[in-house]
């Protein structure tokens, strides 16, 4: 087969569709010490829908009969259609990204959820924005960047990124590039220490208020995006509050679980007595065949897992949709952050790590 036989007209093409397709993997990419860069195309002729920012999960093979779900931003952009990319950083105790370091290869496919997610400016709109990342939180920043430049090159940005030394400041070369023809992108560099060989003349230390004033000098009229380490978006977070920043427009990258809403509010959603809330529920799992008592306030996934059957699940919190199953009957509580599509939900189907039986419940699964 020549590359030319593989050349396909948009119109041709289906949207890619995460219940029917995998992922192939077309590149493997080093972007910095640890950090890797994989290209992923469909493994039928698709194309792929996403906002600037959204995350995709992969369920990873590490062990045969044990793959585990790891959830990643996507740094490439919609306004490129035909592939996507994850950028990720390996830790010491990284399990799913070592995997993905030794063992993903190009010509490997992948079963993959998504993609989702709430933390993009076609969500939360601007006049003008500031994009605030440490690591490997810079990888949103780069999906909306390189779809403004692709699309709207004259958005105005600043756009922040730090790191511990020059070596991890991820997409620099990029950036500046990218800058030569968007007029409006400021950007800024900020590391904690480097040495003599990296000729540092940037800014050095912690981000703070005189150093984000002097980078962003409007910063106070902009719309935030901020994404990095929890410590790191705790303190950007603090600092922006401090100084009497309207925190409505401040937006980060957080992948903490839904709340549980208590039982009297699942009574009233339920339009039902406290007693009811507080009943014990069947759950019936249909395909594995198998009954079994949900207590007040469990979810469907934890009710899964003390009966033995396998629901995959990544982020727990009702972001990644991983965990989502088909309701046959029954009525549940979902209070979810965005990851499952108001048309899946239309279809009947729902996240079992954020949803709890209002009644006996069925569930394809």
């Known amino acids: 087969m020549t590359i030319a036989s593989s050349f396909r007209h948009f119109d041709e093409l289906q949207p890619f569709n995460d219940r029917q397709q995998l992922l192939e993997c077309i590149s493997v990419t080093a972007e910095g010490p640890d ?26 093979p590490v062990a045969p009969d044990d793959p585990v779900m790891r959830t990643y931003t996507l740094s490439s952009t919609p306004s490129r259609p035909f592939s996507i990319a994850v950028t990720v950083k390996a830790q010491a105790s990284s ?46 920043m780069m ?59 940037g800014l050095r230390g912690r981000i703070e208020t005189s150093k984000l004033a002097l980078l962003a000098p409007d910063f106070r009229e902009r719309t935030v995006f901020c994404c990095g380490p929890e410590p790191f978006m705790r303190g950007v977070k603090s600092m922006l509050e401090s100084v009497g920043f309207d925190m409505n427009r401040y937006h980060e990258e957080s992948f903490q679980p839904a709340n549980a809403p208590d039982p009297a509010e ?48 990544a982020c727990e919190g009702g972001l990644c949709g991983t965990c989502r199953v088909m309701k046959i009957s029954g009525e549940v509580d979902m209070n979810h952050n965005g990851g499952i599509l108001d048309d899946e939900i239309d279809e009947g189907y729902i996240l079992a790590c954020c949803s709890r039986p209002i009644g006996d419940v069925q569930i394809e699964a």
Not at 108 to 132: E, Q, T, W
């Open 35 to 60: 950090v890797m860069t994989f290209g992923f195309k469909a493994d039928k002729d698709s194309w792929f829908r996403y906002l600037p920012g959204q995350f995709v999960t992969l369920e990873l």
């Open 95 to 140: 399990i799913g990204t070592r995997w993905m370091f030794e063992n993903l290869k190009p010509g490997m496919k992948l079963k993959a959820f998504g993609p989702l997610g709430d933390f993009s400016f076609v969500r939360h709109p601007g006049d003008k924005y500031l994009f605030i990342s440490a690591g490997s939180g810079i990888t949103p």
């Open 143 to 201: 999906s909306m960047t390189r779809w403004m430049a692709d699309c709207a090159p004259q958005t105005d940005v600043s756009f922040l990124s730090c790191a511990r030394q020059p070596d991890d400041l991820l997409f620099r070369d990029e950036l500046e590039n990218i800058s030569r023809n968007m007029p409006n992108l400021n950007l800024g560099f900020i590391v904690e220490t480097h040495a003599p060989r990296h000729s540092w003349h």
């Open 266 to 313: 699942l009574a009233i959603r339920a339009g039902a007595g406290e007693a009811d809330a507080t009943a014990v529920a069947t759950i019936t799992f249909t395909m594995a065949g198998k009954e079994a008592k949900c207590q007040p306030g469990q979810t469907i996934l934890q009710t899964a897992r003390s009966a033995g059957v396998r629901i995959g699940a």
